[in-house]
Nanobody
Framework: QVQLAESGGGSVQAGGSLRLSCAASGYTYSRYCMGWFRQAPGKEREGIASISSGGGITDYADSGKGRFTISRDNWQRTLYLQMNSLKPDAAATYYC???????????????????WGQGTQVTVSA
């Protein structure tokens, strides 16, 4: 079991940057595949990026490629999402999530994520 808490959201001007953080309280955090997701009002939740337990494998959705970077610090038990050159369509509630994988599974946005944070809101003004 792992507990997740996002932070770092807020209001930024278009073209600005934010770094979201996800603090994990579980002792086994370093074993989890981690992911970032977002949901805008009236839209379906979408995956942004995932990262393997050791940080060596990343998976980005089209929406997350290029300007977004996922990373993790297992020593600090924290997951990050660096967002640069933000556009208004990036406004959403952002969630971090954790997946406990089978040995034969590869961490990606397509695995089943078992644990979720409460979300942090991001708004982008033009």
């Amino acid at each position: 079991q792992v507990q997740l808490a996002e932070s770092g959201g807020g209001s930024v001007q278009a073209g600005g940057s934010l770094r979201l953080s996800c603090a994990a309280s579980g002792y086994t955090y370093s074993r989890y595949c981690m992911g970032w997701f977002r949901q805008a009002p009236g839209k379906e939740r979408e995956g942004i990026a995932s990262i393997s337990s050791g940080g060596g494998i990343t998976d980005y959705a089209d929406s997350g490629k290029g300007r977004f970077t996922i990373s993790r610090d297992n020593w600090q038990r924290t997951l990050y999402l660096q967002m640069n050159s933000l556009k208004p369509d990036a406004a959403a509630t952002y969630y971090c999530a954790a997946a406990w994988l089978r040995t034969d599974q590869t961490c990606s946005l397509r695995v089943e994520f078992d644990y979720w944070g409460q979300g942090t809101q991001v708004t982008v003004s033009a």
